[in-house]
């Protein structure tokens, strides 16, 4: 089981690279599932921070535990009345503690398009105010350390964090090294709702806009679609504290989350509709040539356990013609159905060296592609076939 510690980050590069490996167990590519195959927002995680015995940042008045869930639930209320094709998923609806791995594994098992984490932010220096909008990432400033460590000491109220979290501790800086070294495959969709999210609070709702920013949250490291985690004020400003303690201020916080999906939901699945609109004109793009992914393809020596190492593109749920244009003149395009959803890989190599060097160039096309592994035409996980390696 691979360790958050100090020890990790001397290893050699082949370590490094099973490291980014082992991210990929935790991602999978949003999914289609529209009629014709186009992208369909249809459900969302929205997770109202800490509750229970973790009262998460506490104000002269307030606990952000008690904040975030009225707000959390007037936005699920507003999806469920305006947006009705969407089906709300709460980690928690009452006063109760919920760990972070259980949150995650909420959105993950219900195969959520969008996860948000709603939290309350507090400040030694009480005149500190506003919203800010965080994606997975490793963390640019010392200020952003500092709300991931507040956030992620939710693990200490479980009783075993320590085997949960592989050894994370989240009051060493040293353990959110880890983050730099994750592939995050859902960074681009988590900035696009977070960059609208910032948007309604400042131009809305009139709060002060501290912008989008990257952190390693454990909650957000764990799902396996975009996610974001909103810190909707300062409870330790004793202005936006009363703010978000009244009905109005937490029904203006929601709306304005609200009005961010309505609008995230409706550009990306305009965007899918254009998509698959226009591959239905296919010209056999498969033989295209001057495609960087398709010169110098990685090796497929044979590996010990019969384990090819390939490189997933996107899922689905409806299939997608291998000629289609979506796939931008790559060849050999390959197909493999599990667990319900159409996976679309590409390439083959018999070492995570190779395959790495190979998705790279994927990457130039498909920002978001990352590594699967496939044993005798199976896919199996990732840390399966590094356990065999």
Request: net charge negative; no cysteine; aromatic share 10%.
């Amino acid at each position: 089981m691979l360790r958050f510690s100090k020890a990790l980050f001397y290893q050699s590069k082949r370590i490094n690279l099973l490291i980014l490996a082992f991210g990929a167990l935790f991602l999978t590519y949003p999914t289609y599932g529209g009629n014709d195959g186009a992208y369909r927002l249809r459900r969302v995680v929205i997770d109202p921070g800490h509750g229970g015995k973790d009262p998460g940042a506490v104000g002269r008045r307030a606990k952000e535990k008690d904040i975030v869930l009225p707000i959390s639930l007037k936005l699920g209320g507003y999806i469920n009345e305006y947006l009705p094709d969407v089906e709300v998923i709460y980690t928690r609806t009452t006063d109760e503690f919920v760990e972070l791995h259980r949150r995650a594994e909420i959105a993950n098992r219900n195969n959520a398009d969008l996860f948000i984490s709603i939290h309350a932010n507090a400040n030694s220096n009480r005149n500190i105010k506003g919203t800010d909008t965080f994606v997975l990432g490793l963390h640019r400033t010392k200020e952003n350390l500092e709300v991931a460590m507040k956030e992620n000491a939710a693990i200490l109220f479980e009783e075993d964090y320590d085997e949960q979290y592989q050894g994370f501790d989240p009051n060493s800086p040293e353990s959110y090294i880890i983050f730099s070294l994750m592939q995050n495959t859902f960074l681009g969709q988590s900035l696009n709702f977070a960059s609208y999210v910032q948007d309604q609070f400042r131009e809305r709702v009139g709060r002060v806009d501290r912008g989008i920013r990257q952190a390693g949250f454990i909650v957000l490291y764990q799902t396996t679609m975009p996610s974001v985690l909103v810190e909707v004020g300062f409870i330790s400003n004793e202005e936006e504290e009363r703010f978000l303690m009244s009905d109005q201020g937490q029904s203006y916080i929601a709306s304005a989350i609200f009005r961010a999906f309505r609008d995230y939901k409706e550009v990306i699945e305009r965007k899918s509709d254009r998509l698959f609109a226009s591959s239905g004109s296919s010209n056999n793009v498969n033989n295209q040539e001057g495609n960087p992914a398709n010169s110098e393809g990685p090796e497929t020596s044979s590996h010990p356990d019969n384990i090819t190492f390939k490189v997933q593109v996107i899922s689905s749920r409806n299939k997608i013609p291998l000629d289609s244009d979506f796939f931008k003149g790559i060849k050999d395009i390959e197909v493999y159905e599990s667990d319900g959803l159409f996976r679309y890989v590409v390439g083959a190599a018999a070492t995570l060296e190779d395959i790495t060097v190979y998705r790279e160039k994927i990457n130039k096309i498909f920002p978001d592609a990352f590594i699967v592994a496939v044993r005798s035409g199976n896919l199996i996980s990732l840390q399966e076939a590094i356990s065999s390696n």
